[in-house]
Each structure stands twice: as structure tokens, then as C-alpha cells.
């Protein structure tokens, strides 16, 4: 169970926003987190561990001679959201010099948000509800999304993202939600994108994707939501706390929103696979494996080979993140559309929380579980209205989500939260009460792979009891409240609110 950071006698308040953690190899660390945000000792522990990374790289430094940049770990930022990983603490962002750490950025390479403003009305849509959950189960789960892809559409979004993807254009037959993409989704690309896409040379590490099935064909990855705290989710606009950039945003109240959080599945296990095995092969034979299994990457050009494959495989997979998020929003549309008729859906931003970015000073920032928060000046693509950088913050599912605007407030690392962040493990989650699971279900709409109102479903008991373990990992009460971690944000000049989002129904892989 979560404790308060009073309870935590390792951490020192600074100020009403602010925790520093002191720790053995004097590397700076803080945690944005106001009074009201828990923290896991679990994840303080973790952490500790994580800033052994120090002196490994001062032992790969003593190993490897004539290295260009002195490779170290230079500073450490924990979001409001810090909670318990698996090696690394979700809401981590890393700086290094002279290394790149691939456990910093974890398996789902370039998990991300994508948020869409619809020129629907919540009042508008409610009475649809029940045809809306039966079309989105359809498109989810029931062979209803039918995205064709050629070999050329998959190759091109493997090496270059959006842009590659889009320039080969529909599919001669296309149908299913192709259908939903218009004018607006294929100019303008990189204004509301973090990035649009990293270009790599090939796509070599997954030769086997682009060419199944030969010509146009289906398949069961692009389009997934995958599991976990991914969701695709119905929601409006409750709230308006920044006019100004809540107008240039295009969100007025009782607009529905669609947001999407969803990374590069099996392809991001594969291309972190892929960086665990080439800084083994790398690692020099004088030092010894570090007990905490991290294992960084030099930036030297003994290691570069080995860095390039890795890398490439590495934009392979955030470049299909992208994608994958596109064609989830265009089935959340299609989705409307087929019930509530003719709409028109607009991007906000797509945002990434798993991701390194590279400096040409040697720097590397990792962020695992943290999304980029720039302000006006500092980001790279602007936003059209130069309000900063938009900020997605969902809360747990039932609870509502924010957008606020980047201040890139560098004390943050230029970073915020993804989300509220867990409070309870999944294990222990998952035996919480059955009262209280019934009444959030009778009170919000979840669209599963199951559907419990079946009656043939229904009489399993076997299946119904592990629907109901696996919707109580990812219920309200396994995490932190999205409030307290906003007032964080706020608190601490990293991002400001610009609009409060309430959910009207998600749906869950």
C-alpha cells in the first residue's frame, strides 16, 4: 500500500511541490509530488537501486580509455505519478552523458497519447450509448477494424512513421476504417505531433511484419490496444480552467474527446531485446555485470555498430507506436460515426512517455513513464497557437483526464506526469472487493473482449471471475488520485490546466 512521503524518511521536502532524495553516489535527484501524492517505499527502494547506474558507468569509463564524453549519470526527475516499475520506477526521466540506458526507456518503446476533438456534443451522443459500445466491441474485437496494409504502406511506417504511411495512400480496396481518415489527417503533421515520425534507413528487424500475407493483408497487431493501463476512452469536456488555450485548442464544454493510450506491443519487447543484447555483447570483460541488471550503452564508437542496430530497431518501433495510436483513433471515430452519423474529428497531440532523446552535447534524457512538457520557446515543432506543448494526464479509468500546457520548466527536466500513477500493486489490486467493482460497473461503461451481458457468457462462472480479476487491476481505487497530482504540476510551474475531460466510456484490451 502507498504511504505518505512523510512516512519516508529517506525524502526532504524543499518546498510545497518539491522532493530530494539524498543518496550514496551524490547524484541529484528530485520528485515532483505536493502534500496530497502518495509514495511507494517499494518505488524509493527501486529507485536507489536504479542510481547504482552510477557507478557502473564510472567503472565502464576506467575500462574504456579515450572516450569522448565522461559517461555518467548527471540527473534524476521523478513526476507526481512515481510509482514501482520493473527495474526502473514508472514516472522516471534519466540524464545521462556519454550513455544511453535502454531499461530506461523499458519494452513499450514510444507508449503514448493521442487526444482528438469531435464536433460532437456528449448530449448528442448519450442516447446512442448502447449502439456505440456494440459497434467499438465490433471494431476492437471482432474482426471489425479491417486495416489492409501492403508491404510499402508497412514498410514506410516502420522507417519514416506517419509520413511514410500515409504517402502511399489507401489501399486500391480499402475499406473499414481507411474510410475515417480525411484532409485534415494527412497535412499539418508535425505541429501537433511530438514527432511524426523518427526516419531510419531500414526496417530490417522486421522483415517478417512487412511482408506477411504478400499483398494488401490483415493482421492482429496494428489496431490493438494492448493490455495493462492501455485504453482507448470516450470523454468531454467538463471543464475549461484556460480559455485562451482551450479556444485555440478547439475544445468548448460538452464536446466529446477521444483519447487513445497505447505504445508498439510486441514490436517495442523485440527492439528492447534487441538493446539488452547489444550492450552485453558490448560490455568490456574487466567490469563485472552490475548487480542491479542495468545495463548501459556507451557513446563511443567501439560500440556504435551495436548502438545503430539497436537504435534502428528502436525508431522501427516507435514509428509504429505512432501508427498504432492513428488507426485506434480512427476506429474510436468510425466507432461514432457508424452510430451517431457524419462527424469531424480534429488531433490535438500525440505525446510520447517512453522515449530517449539525444543531444548533440553527449546528453541523453530518458523518459519511462514521463511525458514531454515544453513551453513556447523550447518546443522544437511549436504548437500552432504557442500556448507550450500539450500535456495529457489521464486519471484512472472512470476518473476524469486533464490537458494542460508545457511551461518546459527545466528544474522538470522538461517533464510531466502520464497519468494519476498506481497506488496498489496489480496483484493485490486484483483481489479488492466485489462490491465495489459492481457498483463502478453499474455506474460506467467498460467494452472488453468479453462481454459480460451475454447471457452464454454470463453463466461461466470461470470466465466472468477472471473478467472481473483482471477489470480490478485497472480500477479507480489501484490509483492515485488525478487531482492532488495535477495540483502538482500546477504547483511546481511544469504544466497548467487547460481543460478537465470526464470519461463517458473506455475500452479495455
Not at 526507456?105 to 482528438?116: A, F, H
Not at 464536433?119 to 459497434?135: F, G, K, Q
Amino acid at each position: 500500500m502507498p504511504v505518505s512521503k512523510r512516512a519516508d524518511r529517506r525524502l526532504v521536502r524543499t518546498d510545497d511541490s518539491w522532493l530530494t532524495l539524498p543518496n550514496p553516489v551524490d547524484v541529484p535527484v528530485e520528485i515532483c509530488a505536493g502534500p496530497e501524492v502518495p509514495i511507494e517505499s517499494a518505488a524509493i527502494d527501486e529507485l536507489l537501486t536504479v542510481l547504482e547506474t552510477a557507478r557502473t558507468l564510472s567503472d565502464l569509463a576506467a575500462a574504456t580509455p579515450g572516450l569522448e564524453f565522461e559517461p555518467r549519470l548527471e540527473r534524476v526527475v521523478c513526476t507526481p505519478d512515481f510509482h514501482k516499475g520493473a527495474g526502473i520506477p514508472i514516472g522516471t526521466v534519466l540524464q545521462t552523458v556519454g550513455a544511453l540506458v535502454p531499461q530506461a526507456v523499458g519494452n513499450d518503446i514510444n507508449c503514448g497519447m493521442r487526444v482528438e476533438v469531435t464536433s460532437l456534443s456528449v448530449d448528442r451522443l448519450r442516447p446512442h450509448l448502447d449502439a456505440v459500445e456494440r459497434r467499438l466491441r465490433h471494431l476492437f474485437f471482432e474482426g471489425g477494424r479491417r486495416i489492409g496494409l501492403t508491404p510499402a504502406h508497412r514498410e514506410g511506417l516502420l522507417r519514416y512513421g506517419l509520413p511514410g504511411l500515409l504517402a502511399e495512400g489507401p489501399p486500391a480496396d480499402a475499406d473499414g476504417v481507411w474510410r475515417q481518415i480525411g484532409p485534415d489527417d494527412t497535412t499539418d503533421l508535425r505541429a501537433r505531433l511530438h514527432a511524426a515520425g523518427y526516419p531510419v534507413a531500414s526496417a530490417d528487424a522486421f522483415q517478417d511484419w512487412v511482408t506477411s500475407g504478400g499483398g494488401t493483408s490483415y493482421d492482429s497487431i496494428i489496431g490493438s490496444v494492448g493490455g495493462g493501463n492501455h485504453f482507448a476512452e470516450l470523454q468531454y469536456v467538463s471543464a475549461i480552467h484556460d480559455g485562451p488555450a482551450a479556444y485555440a485548442w478547439g475544445l468548448a464544454p460538452g464536446r466529446v474527446v477521444l483519447m487513445v493510450h497505447s505504445g508498439s506491443l510486441s514490436l517495442g519487447h523485440q527492439a528492447n531485446a534487441t538493446g539488452r543484447d547489444q550492450a552485453r555483447a558490448a560490455w568490456p570483460r574487466t567490469v563485472p555485470l552490475p548487480a542491479n541488471r542495468i545495463l548501459p550503452m556507451l557513446l563511443d564508437e567501439r560500440t556504435a555498430a551495436g548502438r545503430e542496430r539497436y537504435l534502428t530497431a528502436f525508431a522501427n518501433a516507435a514509428n509504429f507506436a505512432i501508427g498504432n495510436r492513428f488507426f485506434l483513433a480512427m476506429m474510436m471515430r468510425a466507432g461514432l460515426a457508424g452510430v451517431a452519423g457524419d462527424l469531424d474529428s480534429r488531433l490535438i497531440y500525440d505525446a510520447p512517455h517512453n522515449l530517449l532523446w539525444p543531444g548533440a552535447d553527449g546528453t541523453v534524457v530518458h523518459r519511462k513513464g514521463a511525458t514531454p512538457a515544453g513551453g513556447v520557446t523550447d518546443h522544437e515543432h511549436r504548437t500552432p497557437d504557442l500556448y507550450g506543448e500539450p500535456v495529457i494526464v489521464p486519471g484512472s479509468m472512470g476518473a476524469p483526464s486533464y490537458l494542460l500546457r508545457g511551461l518546459g520548466n527545466t528544474r522538470a527536466l522538461g517533464s510531466a506526469c502520464h497519468g494519476a500513477g498506481r497506488s496498489i500493486p496489480r496483484g493485490a489490486a486484483s483481489r479488492g472487493g466485489d462490491a465495489e467493482l459492481d457498483a463502478f460497473l453499474r455506474e460506467f461503461r467498460v467494452v472488453t473482449p468479453l462481454n459480460h451481458r451475454d447471457p452464454a457468457v454470463a453463466g461461466r462462472r470461470e470466465i466472468i471471475e477472471a473478467w472481473r480479476r483482471d477489470l480490478k487491476q485497472e480500477a479507480p481505487w489501484a490509483y492515485k488520485e488525478v487531482g492532488p497530482v495535477v495540483d502538482s504540476l500546477r504547483g511546481a510551474d511544469v504544466a497548467r490546466p487547460v481543460a478537465e475531460l470526464r470519461p463517458i466510456l473506455t475500452v479495455k484490451g
